[in-house]
Each structure stands twice: as C-alpha cells, then as structure tokens.
C-alpha cells in the first residue's frame, strides 16, 4: 500500500466571473522514502491540490478520495487532521517568512510545535530537541541562534529553520511547497542538500511541488506535469526527461535555455495557459500544442506509454518512431515561416 | 580593452554607499551599507553584458547608479563619450533618452488604473516629442514591434496576462529607441514557457534595433543564453569578468564556481554527475564587510592573504586578456574545490557542521 493515495481529487472554487475549476481528476501516489515531484507553471493546481489534502482550503468544493496510510484525508474531520498536519505530514512552504510567527523566538516555535502534538515531552527536552534539530539543518551554534527571532535568521536559515521545525515530529512525509523559490541559487542548493540528507536518515517521503525542472531533475523518483488543473504526463524521472511522450512536457523542457552547447534560439511554447473558468474544449493544452488535430477536441484520458508506470493524457501515437516522424514534420512546418521572414 | 568608439557605457571605481539609520542619541549614522565598492567596466556598442549574483550583491544598486536612479558616493559614469556621474536631474533629462529600464514585476510597474496607449505613450509626453495622432501612431507602431496588439491601446493592463504585461514595459522602454536598455529580472516573474517568449522578443529587438543591455539576472542559464560577456558579483564587488564562455567553462573566482556548480539542472544524469560545491553559510553583512577578499570567510580555497589583500581583477593563470578574476588563488581548469579545506584559522571563517561534503 502506499503512503498517500490520492484518487480523482477535483477542487473548485466558486468566483464572481463563475466556477474555477482549479484541480481536475487529479491521482498520484506516494511510496514510503521516495520524492515525488509536481511540476507545473502557475494556475496549474499544483499547489492546490496538496493544499486541499490537507484540509487547507476553505470554500472549495472537493471530491476524490486522498488515502494516507488507509485513511481518507478528505472525510476527516478538522480535529482529526489536526493530529495528521505536523505530526505525520509535515509542511514547508515557498515563504519562510511569512511562516514564521514574527513575534516569538524560533525555537519557542520549535518547541510549540513538538509540544502541542505530544504533552508528555517537557519543555526542556523539548528545547534540547529543537537545538539537535536546528544543528541537523546547518545552522551554526544552535543552542544560541535557537533564541533569535525570525527576522534575525537570513532568508536560507530562516527556510532551514522551517524545514527543522517540519521534521520536529518525525514525520513519514513531507510536503514541500516550492521550498527553494525565493531563495538564491547557493542557498537552495544547501536547502536541497539538506532535505536529502533527512531524507536518507529518517526515510521520510517528500512531495515536491516547484515549477524549476532543475529542482525536479536533482530530486525527485517520480514525476507528475500538471496543466490546467489535469496531470498531463506522469512518469519516473528518466522518462519524463528524456522519454516524454506529452506535447506540454515536451514543451517545457525545449522553452529552457541549455545549460551547456550551442546558444540556440529558445523554442518557447506560443500565448497562454487558459483561464480555469473557461476551458477550452478537450484537451486543454490543444491551443497551444503544435501537434493538434482533430481528434484533441476530445478530453484526452491518461494512457499508458511503453510501460505501466508511464502514462499521459495525450492522443499522440504511444509509438515512438511514429511520434518522431510527427516532431520532425511539425518542426520543419514551424521553421516555414520563420525563413520567409 | 577595445576602440573607445565601440564603447557605449563606461563604469569606472563606482561606489555607492548607503547611510544605516542611526539609532544613537543624536541619530547621526556612522555606518554604511557598501552596496557598491569600486565597480569598474566596460560595455559596448550592441553586445548584452550580463551581470549576475545573489540578493545583496549589489547588482541592482549598480543598475540605479547607471540610469542616475541614485547619485554616486564617488566613480565616474561615462555614456557616450560623456560623463554623466555628476549630472542634475534636469541636465540628466536628454540622456535618458538613450537609456531605459525593464524591471521584473510586470504587476508593480505599471499603473493599473491608466491605459496601455498612454503608459507607453508616457515616453513621448515627457520628451515633448509627439502628440495627438502621431503620439498614438507610434505607440502603436512600438506595440506591434514586441508583438502586442495595436488595437488593444485602450485597455488597461489589468486585462492582458504577466508575459502580455512584461511586453507592455519593454515596449514602453522601446518608445523612444534607446541605445542601452537596462533590464533587471526582465523574466524571473514569469512562467517558463512565457520566460521563452520574452528572451527571444528583446534578442530580436537587439537585432532589429541595435541594442545594447545590461542583462541583471539570478538565473544563470538564462544570462548564460542571453549575455556576450558576464560580471559575477559578490558583496558590493565583481569577482569575476569575462565572455560568458570563458567565465561559464573555467570560473576562475571560487564564487563564481560555486555559483555555477549550484544551478539545478534540468537534466537528470549532468546533474547526477556533476560536483556540487555547497558553500557554508550566508553572504556576511555588507555594512562591515570581511576585509581583504570578501569571500575569504566562505571560501574552500581561502589562505591568510586573502584575509589581507584585497586581490586586483586581473587576468589569472592562462587567461586572456579580456577574463579577469579577483582572486589570489584562482580555480585551475579541472580542479575540484569541493573537498578542499581553507587554509584559515576557525575564527576567520563560517564553520557549519550540517553542510560539510556532498552527498
């Protein structure tokens, strides 16, 4: 059985301009000590659905099952989730500021934290314990900084601190919401470095959501590509890499600069997501997808590619050789009028 | 370096500090925030120099200091062939002319209560240079040349989408065809597949129009894509100055490597491959920077001379003339710094136990 289940989960938001649907069928699984990644650019659901999971959505409608460890998340009551959140899954988010209570000392938060979940800790084991944690993740001379405010940590502590005080409990998964977002390109490499090295100790599960392929690449054993509230592609991280077989996948990964060889010209993918209020008919990647025909008026329903543990929600050719043909033609037709210029 | 014609901008032993609020009894500040310390570069007629490192390193502080955002504590700026670091706000009106900004939120940056048509149209009101129906022509003219839709001059910008909107600003900074276009996180806001679009807009306007940019970025890849040469800066100070591939293929400055060993790349096996020099700790406060080098206190490579002296940028090891580095012991090609220990007592450096090694 897997850690987290999750199963048709739809989440919709009612708005003055109408009903934004903002997850669409959505269904992933987590195994126990493994990463996987959501990737997806903004307004993708990404963020929601994890969210919602985790009963931190207000006034949205929900349906789907979400099975953690058995239990069905989403008919949980508050309370219930309550004993989850923290304790058994725990969270970070993009902002670390904003998730630190200003006003109180970090390892007082630490310590509330560990506190609130188990009573029978005393605060003083449980402040030793928030200095073994703040140590773990790389924050010098723990047993002072554990006294500074929030404001006193620099944006990459203050996200450790964040990570320390999601891993105060132990959990046996972790949902890390664009973790490395805000920060720089060396700090996030420190913030990565430490959530694999809990990883590797504690056998902790991570749920990865960021919109940086390159976060995914170094992280993640199973990858999910989500698009207008739908999973477009689904994969282990090799194949969503190198074996994609979905357009928008595709898309993605040509739209990045290379990081080493020849400078060439970006392919970015043509106009813009579309609004989750109106979504256009079928597959809701077919306005921007070079490969549309007729039949992507049609909602697409996830198909296996190859293996069982490969699908995408494509009309495409699962063939590979067939879908080949069909890049070269699609790119050649594309360099057409680009020459003509 | 090169003919003085080619040059379009010089920066020469630019320093710009800032005052810290004081908060002693008679609230006179005697400290200062180095936010630029004896910057000094070069750039061309139609190259894009990029210039990248992290939050505080001064890259944006510099940006301000080139469009005469902020007057400089002391340095000269020459644009043009004239100098321009000591200008009034009036004397400074016809050079801006020549010189426009794109900045990165495409939310904050324009108004939302005005039209497009007279956001764009802004350039040429201030400038007195048309109006009426020849105003509105060339705005529309402006509009199509970033790709947006002339018709759309009445809406607002509330209507059209962050890469639509980041459009409207690099078409206002086109209006009157400037010569250096400044852009600082043209596309960290946007969304990759959008971030595409907008780079190859402004390497086509470059092209068209003959633009010269200063390229501000975090993301290395993308300054990588976009710039001729680079500057890595850290704390106030360039580390590093070269062709993108020079700097890119043998860093020299142990920052820059690191800096580069950290982009996560979107490529499973380079990335499993590749060593990754974690550094410890964060960069140090820039209103008392560590002496000598300023990176001696994070540095693997770091001796007691670079406590002391403050390395010059220069040409090191092999390298032509034109990639220099400020650094005492420079990184040779193939070498592996990520295991190295600097030489330097404990008290000089950051020690973090968490951070050691790779994994």
């Known amino acids: 059985m897997a850690l987290l289940e999750v199963e048709d989960l739809h989440v919709s938001f009612r708005t003055p301009d109408g009903v934004l649907q903002a997850v669409r069928g959505l269904n992933f699984k987590v195994e126990e000590g493994k990463t996987l990644g959501i990737v997806g650019e903004s307004g993708s659901g990404k963020s929601v659905s994890t969210q919602t999971i985790m009963g931190l959505t207000r006034g949205a409608r929900v349906s789907g099952t979400a099975r953690f460890q058995g239990d069905d998340l989403l008919a949980m009551s508050s309370r219930q989730l309550q004993g989850i959140r ?119 599960a991570i749920v990865m959501i960021t919109h940086d392929l390159g976060v995914i690449a170094e992280m993640a054993d199973e990858v999910v590509v989500m698009y207008a509230g739908k999973v477009m592609e689904h994969g282990d991280r ?48 077919r306005p921007r997808c070079p490969y549309a025909f007729d039949k992507c008026v049609e909602e697409p329903t996830p198909i296996e590619v190859g293996r069982a543990t490969h699908t995408s929600a494509c009309w495409l050719p699962t063939d590979t050789r067939r879908r080949k043909k069909l890049r070269q033609e699609v790119l050649a037709a594309e360099a057409l009028p680009a020459e003509a210029k | ?189 946007l969304d990759v597949s959008i971030q595409a679009q907008i780079i190859n807009l402004l390497a086509d306007l470059q092209d068209e129009l003959d633009l010269t940019y200063i390229f501000i970025a975090h993301d290395l890849s993308v300054v990588r894509h976009v710039s001729d040469r680079v500057a890595v800066m850290y704390l106030g100070k360039v580390a590093e100055l070269g062709e993108v591939e020079g700097v890119y293929a043998h ?41 000598g080098c300023r990176f001696h206190p994070r540095c693997p490579k770091a001796k007691d001379r670079c406590v002391q002296e403050d390395p010059d940028l220069v040409p090191r090891l092999d390298d032509i003339e034109t990639h220099v580095a400020a650094c005492h012991f420079p990184v040779a090609d193939g070498e592996n710094i990520a295991d190295s220990t600097p030489e330097l007592s404990a008290d000089k450096r950051i020690v973090e136990e968490g951070l050691v090694g790779n994994v």
């Not at chain 2, 009034?88 to 048509?117: A, K």
Request: glycine residues 8%; neutral net charge.
């Open chain 1, 86 to 204: 923290g304790a058994k899954v725990g969270m970070i988010f993009q902002d670390p500021l904003s998730s630190l209570h200003p006003y109180y000392r970090v390892g007082w938060q630490i310590v509330e934290m560990i506190r609130s979940h188990d009573k029978h800790v005393s605060r003083q084991q449980a402040r030793t314990r928030a200095i073994d944690l703040l140590r773990m993740v790389g924050i010098p001379q723990p047993d002072q900084r554990v006294h500074d405010f929030p404001h006193q940590f620099s944006g990459g502590m203050r996200q450790r601190a964040m990570i320390a005080m999601a891993m105060s409990l132990n959990p046996i998964l972790l949902i890390a919401d664009e973790p490395t977002t805000a920060l720089d390109v060396t700090v996030q490499a420190q913030v990565l470095l430490v959530m694999k090295r809990l990883q590797e100790e504690f056998g902790t």
């Open chain 1, 238 to 285: 090799n194949t969503i890499f190198y074996e994609q077989h979905n357009p928008y996948t595709e898309g993605l990964l040509l739209s990045l600069p290379a990081y080493g060889g020849e400078r060439e010209r970006l392919v970015p993918i043509p106009g813009q997501p579309p609004s989750l209020i109106t979504l256009p008919e079928g597959c809701p990647f």
């Open chain 2, 1 to 189: 370096m090169s003919d003085t014609d080619d040059v379009l901008l010089s920066v020469k032993n630019v320093v710009k500090y800032f005052p810290v609020q004081a908060s002693g009894l008679l609230g006179r500040s005697k400290e200062f925030v180095h936010a630029v310390d004896d910057v000094s570069f070069e750039v061309r007629r139609g190259e894009t120099l990029g210039l990248v490192g992290e939050t505080g390193c001064g890259k944006s502080t510099l940006a301000r200091c080139i469009m005469r955002l902020y007057d400089l504590t002391s340095g000269t700026i020459t644009f043009d062939g004239k100098d321009i670091s000591s200008l009034s706000v009036r004397q400074m009106r016809p050079f801006r002319r020549d010189m426009q900004m794109i900045f990165q939120d495409p939310y904050g940056s324009l108004n939302p209560r005005r039209r497009v048509g007279s956001i764009i149209g802004d350039p040429f009101a201030i400038h007195g240079i048309a109006d009426g129906k020849e105003r509105k022509r060339r705005v529309q003219e402006v509009m199509e040349l970033v790709g947006l839709n002339p018709e759309h001059y009445n809406r607002f910008p509330a209507e059209f989408s962050g890469g639509q909107r980041q459009r409207i600003g690099v078409a206002r900074a086109l209006a009157l065809r400037p010569k250096l276009i400044v852009c600082d996180e043209p596309v960290s806001a």
């Open chain 2, 251 to 291: 860093a020299r400055h142990p920052y820059s490597a690191a800096l580069l060993s950290a982009i996560p790349l979107p490529d499973p096996a380079s990335a499993a491959e590749r060593e990754r020099i974690i550094l410890v700790g964060d960069v140090p406060s820039p209103i008392a920077p560590p002496s």
